[in-house]
């Protein structure tokens, strides 16, 4: 039989049994958080291609945060009506999880990405150009940095716009991703909200080709680890003969119900299991930023512009957590004994590199950069945990971290020079005293990070290695409070270097920021502070969402 008649004879089969072919019903509701940020982005979009260009910056800003506020109350009226607990389900057709993890991940990346839009609109930092009040983006993203165009470009006033539908795409990757609830759903959400990170990453105004060589070296390792992903989504198909979670854990388990022939030979190979679950670990790790993938990490946040930096290091590390623990616990649990020693050597490498290197650092990015790999490894180890707490622990560590991490990279926008922000670390000697509002701020961010009592990192801290400890992982708590006492030493050097260090006469200045980085900040702090003098009903909302649905 030739190929053709195979094909006409499947076609011919199909007309003639149409009942056999399921329509898709899809649950707009419980789906409507991730919809309304999608459905904004092309709204962004259309924004750019017909408005004039005078108009389109308030546009798009007003889009943006109404959209994604619209999403997070959407959000939170899911959550009230117990989509987190009792109705937890299995939504479109079994490719997207509506359940507690999900849902607070997904109101956490919201938040982040509404307070990271005020920092992406600011426009009084930047001296005037030609007349015109400029953003910390390229005037115009196509033109060779340096060159006639981008002149041109400048003379005129351009604005680089396009950064908003860019922000709300990356986001509506980003809900998908943690509540994934199959694997080929998982890669298509990686690759939605990574593409836009990328093109972001290149549109700094200042330093444009530092820019540029961040954004391609955070492309080309990203495409490499998303080629691990899927190569680990084919062997896990070859295993379990479906993508979808709950398939694949039944077959983990030994219970599988109805075989293909054509997969008869290779289901149930446990080389196939071990390999391809290895494989889409590194995709994830390499997200995450775990050593050995996080080589991208220091010149990525180095070379972007900083409020995209804030994003990026806030939401990519809540959403990749958030698929790594489901991958572990709802795909995974059988494998526990084979993947908790690979997650415990990841951890304690990272925890320690992270601190180590961060040392010798003497760029603020890149020491806020080794700083987030320190972190990474601090979150893993309640990851490791494999406990309801352990869940619970690391979804706190996350809202609590995420604002950390926002406040003190919208605070580097603030210190400036010449040469636009000033990030190399003798700058910042004696900023306490030429602005003590400003380094009084950072020193809260950097205490919070350090993990000091009364401030979230300290909460968060406690939650992740207490979960860890009762896990049966007392040996990496160990390594993790020598990790965070040798962290602890840089955050207080920076802080020592602002206030106890004489000014230099040619030192940078700390811009007046307009009420948005102003509020963004202030955010920050204020999260930092309630969830580090009272985190308990914080701690309470992560563990009633603690729960996955299978």
Not at 115 to 126: I, N
Not at 299 to 316: K, L
Not at 466 to 487: E, F, N, P, Q
Request: hydrophobic share 55%.
């Amino acid at each position: 039989m030739t190929h053709a008649a195979t094909v006409h004879s499947l076609w011919t089969t199909a007309a003639a049994a149409p009942d056999k072919i399921p329509s898709p019903d899809i649950e707009y509701g419980q789906l409507s958080p991730t919809l309304i940020v999608l459905g904004a982005a092309i709204v962004g979009v259309l924004i750019e291609a017909f408005l004039p260009r005078r108009q389109r910056y308030v546009a798009q800003l007003f889009v943006s945060v109404v959209a994604l506020a619209a999403a997070f109350a959407a959000v939170i009226g899911l959550a009230a009506g117990d989509y987190g607990t009792s109705k937890a389900r299995v939504a479109a057709m079994g490719a997207i999880a509506v359940d507690g993890p999900a849902l607070f991940l997904q109101g956490t990346i919201l938040l982040v990405a509404l307070v990271a839009v005020f920092t992406f609109a600011e426009r009084r930092l930047d001296p005037v150009v030609h007349g015109n009040r400029v953003d910390s983006f390229a005037a115009q993203a196509a033109a060779v940095p340096g060159g006639d165009a981008e002149k041109a470009a400048v003379k005129a006033g351009f604005t680089t716009t396009e950064v908003f539908p860019l922000v709300l795409f990356a986001v509506g990757g980003m809900l998908v991703f943690p509540s994934a609830n199959d694997l080929l759903t998982l890669f298509v959400a990686l690759e939605v909200f990574s593409l836009p990170l990328y093109i972001l990453c290149a549109l700094a105004r200042r330093h444009r080709a530092l820019s540029q060589e961040a954004a391609v070296k955070y492309f080309l390792l990203g495409a490499f680890s998303s080629a691990f992903l899927l190569f680990g989504i084919a062997l896990l198909y070859g295993y379990a003969g479906t993508v979808a979670y709950s398939g694949i854990a039944d077959v983990v388990d030994g219970q599988v119900r109805n075989v293909t022939p054509a997969l008869a030979g290779t289901m149930g190979n446990d080389a196939l299991l071990l390999i391809g679950g290895a494989m889409v670990l590194m995709g994830l790790l390499f997200k995450i930023g775990a050593v050995p993938f996080h080589m991208w990490t220091p010149d990525v946040y180095q070379g972007a512009p900083t409020p995209v930096t804030g994003f990026m290091a806030a939401a990519t590390k809540v959403a990749a957590f958030g698929a790594l623990l489901r991958l572990l616990y709802v795909v995974l649990p059988g494998l526990r004994w084979d993947w908790r020693p690979v997650m415990w050597g990841v951890a304690i490498v990272t925890m320690l590199g992270g601190a180590i290197v961060a040392v010798t650092q003497t760029d603020v990015k890149r020491l806020l950069a080794y700083s987030s790999i320190a972190h990474a490894g601090f979150i893993l180890a309640g990851v490791i945990a494999t406990t309801p707490e352990g869940i619970s622990s690391v979804l706190f560590y996350l809202a609590a971290y995420s604002f950390v991490t926002l406040g003190a990279f919208a605070v580097v926008t603030l210190v400036r020079d010449a040469g636009g922000e000033a990030t190399h670390l003798s700058k910042w000697a004696g900023l306490g005293r030429r602005s003590p509002l400003v380094a009084a701020v950072f020193a809260v961010f950097l205490l919070a990070f350090a993990g000091i009592p009364l401030t979230s990192g300290f909460a968060g801290k406690f939650a992740v290695f207490k979960a860890a400890a009762d896990g049966g992982a007392g040996a990496l708590v160990v390594i993790g409070v020598i990790s965070s006492a040798v962290a602890a030493f840089f955050y207080i050097r920076v802080i020592v270097l602002m206030f106890f260090s004489e000014p230099r006469t040619d030192g940078p200045s700390v811009a007046v920021p307009s009420a948005l980085t102003s509020s963004a900040i202030a955010i920050g702090v204020t999260v930092t502070l309630v969830l580090g003098v009272a985190p308990q009903y914080f701690l309470d909302l992560a563990s009633q969402a603690g729960v996955f649905v299978r």
